[in-house]
């Protein structure tokens, strides 16, 4: 049976976590993290997991935010190459970014800096979505500026932290109150290599097509006014898949109605 994403973090994630925490600043309290943890901890789904870890880190470590952060910092290890491997290497980061996303709201700059070197590891998606909320002209603004960063996993960032149904987070439709900014970001990585990059944009589309079809259409048409590249035909193919799937189901339902009408028909005439 396949391993379920919760059952990476379990006690003896925790402990590992612990003693990484341990090692970076004395001051973190490793008894109390394990009381705190081991009653509940594997009676938990992913997301509560995930919170009780963060919620624990913080009553364990008795530092500031900035302070705190400078302890992560220490913990993060090598940037990774490539594209995504959440679960092979960085998932262990999942309740640092939990804790930016919880207590860092408020710290734009300090958030926004750790996430992206956080991004360069494991993800940075969740712990960006507070500050969108909070500070969405200044966020799309970098954001702008990610789209086109030299390293991939920022490049990603910038449309995944947009996506308005992003899985594992709440429903969130700010960016459509910055469209233009939104498109442009989209526009900037619509030719990019990187499969990671592409289906993040897809999917940042499809998610706009299931709030706003019309917005979804002005943004695909103004891309096919010039000749796609493979990673833009790419892109379109795979953001159409509920629009796709919404046609076959209507033209489905409109063929039936077509039948039913033709079989009245002739049991009229048989009759």
């Known amino acids: 049976m396949a391993k379920k994403v919760k059952d990476y973090y379990d006690l003896a994630y925790a402990r590992d976590l612990s003693r990484r925490l341990k090692e970076a600043s004395p001051a973190f309290n490793e008894r109390k993290f394990r009381l705190l943890l081991e009653k509940d901890l594997e009676e938990l789904e ?41 679960f092979s290497e960085g998932y262990w980061l999942w309740p640092i970014g939990k804790y930016v996303e919880l207590y ?24 960006m979505r507070p500050l969108l909320a909070r500070y969405p002209k200044a966020t799309m603004t970098l954001l702008l500026e990610w789209s ?25 439709t700010v960016v459509l109150d910055y469209f233009e900014d939104f498109t442009t970001i989209l526009t900037n990585l619509k030719d990019d290599r990187d499969k990671s990059i592409q289906k993040s944009v897809a999917n940042n589309l499809n998610d706009l097509y299931k709030e706003d079809p019309d917005k979804f259409e002005r943004i695909l048409q103004t891309w096919q006014k010039e000749e796609l590249s493979p990673s833009c035909a790419w892109i379109i193919k795979h953001a159409s898949r509920t629009k796709n799937k919404k046609r076959a189901t209507e033209d489905g339902c409109k063929k039936s109605r077509i039948l039913a009408r033709l079989f009245r028909c002739k049991l009229r005439i048989l009759s």
């Open 46 to 86: 992913f997301s509560q997991r995930q919170e009780l870890l963060a919620r624990s880190i913080k009553e364990c470590l008795p530092l500031s935010y900035q302070d705190s952060l400078k302890v992560f910092e220490k913990i993060l290890g090598p940037e990774l190459e490539g594209g995504l491997g959440m």
């Open 104 to 127: 860092g709201n408020k710290e734009f700059e300090l958030s926004a800096a750790f996430s992206k070197e956080l991004t360069k590891r494991f993800t940075g998606e969740f712990s």
């Open 148 to 172: 086109q960063d030299e390293n991939l996993r920022v490049r990603r960032l910038a449309s995944e932290c947009m996506r308005i149904r992003l899985p594992w987070a709440k429903r969130q």
